[in-house]
């Protein structure tokens, strides 16, 4: 069939054609396929515009009408995209280089630069920002919206994620930075679209993702939670009480933590300095450095709910006083015994018993997170009780319960009060694997950050490639990533690549409207390129 044929019977409400997502994915991959650099736009064009650096970022307007990019020497340029021509720019927008753009309507955008600041401006008038933020204490490198919430998201090299309610308070004096999160090495944050998730890249080769976000208590969810020490942990391989006492933030309902750290053979990640995340927020994409410089990877990770977790939800529901028992982090009292943080270490069960661990090996992660629980009937043999392979019972666990509501092999594990305490049982949450597709990149331009992005539809992932950019995707017939989830991690499929004619790409944006994709060089140059057959 033709694809002028197939656009016949969809305009005429035909569907049910027999290979019909097929033959959408082959027709989206000749399209993706035939771009070209149509026009490139220089700053030798104009006098006034040459002296603006490289471009480091991006952002279309809602509407797709308005381009802006971030520049190094401290600039804002304002592109009328269809056209390719420069309607507006503000050339001190800060006082240093400028390093991401994000609109939050079709007219105010807000910009943050290395001078540690972020600003807003109204399109209707460049002259002057309509809000400076003052409140990071290094160079902020990302700017997110919480349109849900009305909050703007921010985060530098500071380490620190901080919120703003910007619609709330108008004037720069009032308008507050409320540090949310802080981690040390965070490069890069993003919000997914539904702001279920935040996701976080470090400089130690590990992401962070938050799930069932909620902005307005992270900070008191995590209050002390240190990633980079969990990490360590996990690496070597030792106990450290001040990383697994909070064990249960990975289990937790509301913002819960779990960290990302598998990579393809091959690939030493250390520095992950570019992130997006999809538009449906099935997955991240991210270009990772080696310790070295000597090599680059993009890679992608998934970021959905598993099916422990799908179960787990399921059990909070059955068993209402859970999310208390699973969200308490783990101290020492003054006897040195294990407490969860209430009042009193011995907690009465209820009629049915309260389930607080979860399936496989995290289950003996729960195990110790109560083990100063205790329950008022005793009468379970333990010996009949066991039927899990990681059980083990001492003097750290006196009976196993099995709960009668919930699937067979999820347990709760308890320890009588007053019992003997082993003092070297500790355990680590196990991270999962998540990688599902990864490429090699050229280390062209080192020291800078090369933006990777999506496309609107999700089916490709646009990288700098050089001097141009490669549209990879995730297998040869241009499928969506519902449609071809791998078994194991498999390579990017290289749909296309095209070169700018302008310079090194360190940036790259499609247009959330039209079939464009811009593309910024170190050079000042950039490209727009367009379907050309």
Not at 381 to 394: H, I, K, R, T
Request: charged share 20%.
């Amino acid at each position: 069939m033709t694809l002028h044929s197939w656009l016949c019977r969809r305009e005429l409400g035909n569907g049910g054609i027999p290979g019909a997502n097929d033959l959408k994915s082959s027709i989206l991959r000749d399209v993706y396929s035939s771009f070209q650099c149509i026009r490139v736009w220089s700053p030798m064009s104009t006098v006034c515009h040459t002296h603006h650096g490289g471009i480091f970022n991006f952002d279309f307007s809602l509407d797709g009408s308005v381009l802006v990019a971030a520049c190094e020497r401290q600039s804002l340029l304002v592109f009328d995209p269809h056209n390719a021509r420069l309607i507006g720019s503000q050339e001190n927008a800060h006082r240093d280089c400028v390093n991401y753009i994000r609109f939050l309507d079709s007219r105010l955008f807000a910009s943050c630069s290395d001078d540690k600041t972020v600003c807003l401006w109204d399109l209707r008038y460049m002259k002057k920002s309509i809000m400076t933020l003052i409140g990071h204490s290094n160079w902020v490198k990302n700017i997110e919206y919480a349109r849900n919430l009305g909050l703007l998201v921010t985060s530098g090299f500071d380490g620190s994620i901080c919120t703003w309610d910007i619609n709330t308070n108008r004037s720069t004096d009032s308008v507050l930075c409320n540090p949310v999160f802080h981690t040390s090495g965070l490069m890069r944050s993003r919000l997914t679209p539904d702001t279920e998730k935040l996701i976080i890249t470090t400089t130690e080769g590990y992401i962070i993702v938050i799930h069932n976000l909620d902005l307005t208590t992270l900070s008191q969810d995590l209050a002390g939670f240190k990633p980079s020490l969990y990490r360590v942990m996990q690496t070597r391989g030792f106990a450290l009480h001040q990383a697994y006492r909070y064990n249960p933030l990975f289990t937790r309902k509301r913002n819960r933590v779990e960290l990302i750290s598998d990579f393809p053979s091959g690939n030493d990640a250390e520095m992950i300095a570019s992130l997006d995340v999809h538009p449906q927020g099935w997955c991240v994409a991210s270009r990772n450095t080696s310790s070295d410089e000597n090599s680059e990877w993009t890679c992608v990770h998934d970021i959905q709910g598993t099916l422990d977790e799908v179960k787990m939800e399921e059990v909070r529901q059955q068993s209402p006083h859970i999310e208390e028992l699973l969200s308490s982090p783990v101290v020492e009292n003054e006897a040195g015994a294990a407490d969860t943080g209430s009042e009193s270490s011995t907690v009465s069960m209820p009629q049915e018993p309260e389930l607080v661990s979860l399936l496989g090996d995290d289950a003996s992660v729960q195990s110790v997170a109560v083990r100063s629980l205790g329950v008022n009937r005793a009468n379970v043999d333990p010996e009949e009780s066991v039927s899990a392979p990681y059980v083990q019972l001492g003097d750290r666990v006196n009976f196993i319960i099995h709960s009668p509501n919930v699937e067979d092999g999820i347990i709760l594990m308890v320890r009588r009060p007053g019992a003997p305490q082993t003092p070297n049982v500790w355990h680590m949450h196990k991270n999962r694997a998540r990688l599902s597709h990864y490429i090699e990149e050229p280390n062209v331009g080192r020291g800078f950050i090369k933006e990777i992005c999506f496309s609107n539809d999700g089916r490709l992932i646009c990288s700098p490639f050089g001097s141009g950019v490669r549209m990879l995707a995730f297998d040869r017939c241009c499928h969506e990533l519902c449609d071809s989830v791998p078994r194991s991690p498999v390579a990017l499929q290289e749909i296309a690549a095209n070169t700018n004619r302008g310079g090194t790409v360190v940036s790259n944006k499609f247009s959330p409207t039209d079939a464009l994709l811009v593309t910024g060089c170190l050079e000042g140059k950039i490209g727009f390129h367009q379907p050309f057959w």
